[in-house]
């Protein structure tokens, strides 16, 4: 129960916040952009796009939201509140997925791409969101600045995204699959393109075990950091 009035409220604020409306407002420039596409480069331009939301937009979104919050002393009410510090990061990993997956398959959608796997669709943006939040919250601690912030995601964003490109024709190797963003790009091309079930199987089962990994690794992280600031 506490979960889930955690994620309610996080949904609320990110609201008020105007979240939602940038939301909005950026899946429209890509729906208007990509409706002058041509089927051959929209089959390679929409997985890209439906994978930037929960990954680059994710990631600087939570950096906000942290920041917005340890502005407001929220985090120093987290501490003597009966909410656990891992419920508070799955909370935010949660409402984080549910605007990506609205976004994800509303640009879907209203780009009438003919063939969709929906349910893979789901499954790759929820852990592709969860990687990115539990990353970013990571990457939050101990910045006080959004330009702070900023700063430190660039090594990182260097080290997920620029090796998805290999996917698109560049130098490629399977061992590639390693890097958990290349193994969520794949997994979402397959919503679009086809994969196989093995395939399905194998890159959700590591990812699952990813985002278990990062969950662990945030939480600790954020008591350290954040809430006990050691």
């Given at each position: 129960?506490r979960?889930l009035?955690?994620v309610?409220a996080?949904?609320?604020f990110?609201i008020?916040?105007?979240f939602?409306?940038v939301?909005?407002?950026i899946?429209?420039?890509?729906?208007i952009?990509?409706s002058?596409l041509?089927?051959?480069?929209?089959a390679v331009?929409?997985p890209?796009?439906?994978?930037?939301?929960?990954?680059v937009?994710?990631?600087?979104f939570?950096?906000?939201?942290?920041?917005?919050e340890?502005?407001?002393?929220v985090l120093m009410?987290?501490?003597?509140?009966?909410l656990r510090?891992w419920?508070y990061?799955?909370s935010k990993a949660?409402s984080?997925?549910?605007?990506?997956?609205?976004?994800?398959f509303?640009i879907t959608y209203?780009?009438?791409?003919?063939t969709?796997?929906w349910?893979?669709?789901l499954?790759?943006?929820?852990l592709?969101s969860?990687i990115?939040?539990?990353?970013g919250?990571m990457?939050?601690a101990?910045?006080?600045?959004?330009?702070?912030?900023?700063?430190?995601?660039i090594?990182?964003m260097l080290?997920?995204?620029?090796?998805?490109?290999?996917?698109?024709?560049f130098?490629?190797?399977?061992?590639?699959?390693?890097?958990?963003s290349v193994?969520?790009?794949?997994?979402?091309?397959?919503a679009y393109h086809?994969i196989?079930g093995?395939?399905?199987?194998t890159?959700?089962?590591?990812?699952?075990?990813?985002n278990?990994?990062?969950?662990?690794?945030?939480v600790?992280?954020f008591?350290?950091r954040?809430?006990?600031q050691?």
């Open positions: 129960m979960l009035n955690a309610l996080d949904i609320r990110q008020k916040q105007g939602y409306l939301y909005v407002i899946t429209a420039m890509y729906l952009i990509m002058f041509p089927d051959d480069i929209l331009a929409l890209l796009v439906v994978f930037s939301d929960p990954s937009l994710g990631l600087f939570i950096g906000g939201i942290i920041l917005m340890k502005g407001q002393g009410v987290l501490v003597v509140s009966p510090s419920e990061i799955l949660i984080l997925a549910i605007v990506s997956v609205l976004a994800a509303a209203f780009s009438h791409y003919p969709v796997n349910w893979l669709l499954l790759s943006t929820i592709t969860g990115f939040t539990l990353l919250i990457i939050n101990g910045c006080n600045t959004v330009n702070q912030y900023m700063l430190k995601t090594p990182y080290l997920f995204i620029l090796p998805c490109f290999a996917l698109l024709g130098p490629y190797s399977e061992l590639f699959v390693i890097i958990p193994a969520a790009l794949k997994l979402m091309l397959g086809g196989s093995f395939e399905i199987a890159l959700a089962t590591y990812l699952f075990g990813i278990y990994i990062l969950l662990k690794l945030a600790t992280t008591e350290k954040i809430v006990y050691d």
